[in-house]
């Protein structure tokens, strides 16, 4: 039902002190599909267990040639290091096809509101890349506005900053960005502030031109790739400004850790149907086992990250 593939390295490019592009193939040579803003799970063996790591695309189809991930290593985390420390061109690695919704419209918006925080600029840069590329490929659709408010350290360690420093030049009255650094003082385009809740209904205020209209509330999507925290606080920002929930989309790197325990009993089964890719597969759970849990342990292969 999932099915895997293999990809080879063809190029590794240091972006910051903490972050490395890596450009990907395809090993068997057949096309890999992706759209901006997706994401593919890597597929690592631990002590003969598989583990799962997912890690957006930074790169747009029709734009790049070949599809490319960038990876932040993260502190004791175990395979973002593996892969800035040992994974070089040449070597090959087992993942997933493209997931992920943290997808362009697909209907006309006037304005497009990104606000990200680290890593989390990576999808971004796939939906920067196809958007402010839409003229050299020759799209003929009204090209919204976008607004970029990105929050990082300082400058050294802020991913991607040289290109969007060219997208702010090239791009003047259709693209903004607006740095926020916790501990680097008098930069272009960037505030010496921690972003919260005031500053950014103040940044939403200012770029609308000091009120939400009608107009703002219906044609204006808002794209958060965050951490937890601040994806909350703009979320509730956005919602006192009353914009919609439905204009708000979010990609969430860190899993949910308050899940709830659960007691399973193997004595009461529940039926479940997958399907997908043609196929059909009809297994058991037990009462209060998640489905992927019961699909790992039975030895099918059902999709996930």
Known sequence: ??????LRITGRVQETP??????LEPADGRPYDYRPGQYLSLIFDRNGREERRAYSFSTCPGVDDLPAITVKRVVNGEYSNRLIKRA???DTLPA???NGRFLLPERPVDTLVYLAAGSGITPVMGHLKCLLAAKKTGTKAKAPKILLLYASRDSRSTIFKAQIDRWIAEFPGRFECTYFFSRE????HALFRHLNNGLFEQQLLRYFG???????K???LFYLCAPTALMRMATMTLRVLDFPDDSIIKETFVPDKNLPSRVINPNV????????????IEFQTFEDETILGAALRLGIALPYS
């Open 185 to 188: 003082k008098d930069v272009a």
């Open 18 to 23: 903490e972050a490395y592009t890596f450009t």
């Open 269 to 280: 089964t529940h039926t479940i149907v997958a399907t997908g890719n043609n196929e059909r």
């Open 218 to 220: 219906k044609s204006t």
């Open 210 to 216: 000091a009120a939400v209209t009608a107009r703002h």
């Open 1 to 6: 039902m999932e099915e895997k593939r293999l």
């Open 96 to 98: 997933t096809p493209a």
């Open 88 to 90: 070089e061109p040449g």
